[in-house]
């Protein structure tokens, strides 16, 4: 049964720094998601990875996936306050369920 | 295109009543979740469908049931309300069956059981 897990879970940083929340995925995933939600609302996705190697880039951040060692990255480079928000991580296991880490709230301090 | 609705916003619901949490979409998509958000414990998954006609067990599915008739309709029931059901519900879809294949997501109901 696929399991996923990020960390950290809870993340306070200084505006202009960079850092990465890290995605570790127990089984086989075809594909893995990252998602954004901001506080009461609903998630958007943001990065839809499909094959070992895959990076995808929007603004200030980028998502990678390595399927040898189970392990997706979201990285921030120079972090601004608008990316607050908790984002989530997601595996497709072969049952096409869509399993959830406990997502990793950010916090960007100006 | 109004993509994914969930009815109702918000319910107030007292302890041994049921309930039925509404979830429809327009954009054809095959597969249907339901999903609660608690505080520290992120989404989890209650039930799926895959296609019309059949569904599956997620990951918390006791107290929780439903049906997929059609493609556009996927309700939640719960059949004797408890405070711990307590939680933000979220429906989602996608296709998977094509490429990208990500869920998108309703704008949730949050559910009080007292």
């Known amino acids: 049964e696929l399991k996923v897990e990020q960390n950290p879970l809870f993340l306070s940083m200084q505006e202009g720094k960079n850092y990465t929340i890290y995605c570790n995925y127990s089984t086989t995933s075809d594909r893995l998601y990252w998602y954004r939600q901001d506080p009461g609302k609903s998630l958007e996705s943001l990065f839809v990875l499909l094959s070992n190697g895959a990076v995808k880039q929007e603004g200030r951040l980028m998502a990678s996936l390595d399927t040898k060692a189970r392990l997706s990255t979201l990285h921030i480079t120079a972090a601004v306050h608008d990316l607050s928000a908790t984002y989530f991580c997601a595996g497709r296991d072969r049952d096409d369920k869509i399993i959830f880490g406990k997502g990793t709230r950010l916090h960007i301090l100006p | 295109i109004a993509g994914i609705t969930q009815a109702p916003t918000s319910q107030i619901l007292a302890a041994g009543r049921r309930m039925t949490l509404r979830c429809t979409q327009d954009m054809r998509h095959n597969a249907m979740y339901w999903y609660r958000q608690d505080l520290g414990l992120g989404l989890r998954l209650i039930h799926y469908?895959?296609?019309?006609?059949?569904?599956g067990k997620g990951e918390v599915p006791d107290g929780y049931s439903v049906s997929r008739a059609n493609t556009d309709d996927f309700p939640l029931t719960l059949a004797s309300a408890v405070p711990s059901q307590t939680s933000v519900y979220f429906c989602a879809s996608s296709d998977s069956a094509g490429g990208i294949t990500e869920a998108f997501f309703g704008q949730g109901t949050r559910l009080t059981v007292v």
């Open positions: 469908s895959n296609t019309a006609g059949t569904t």
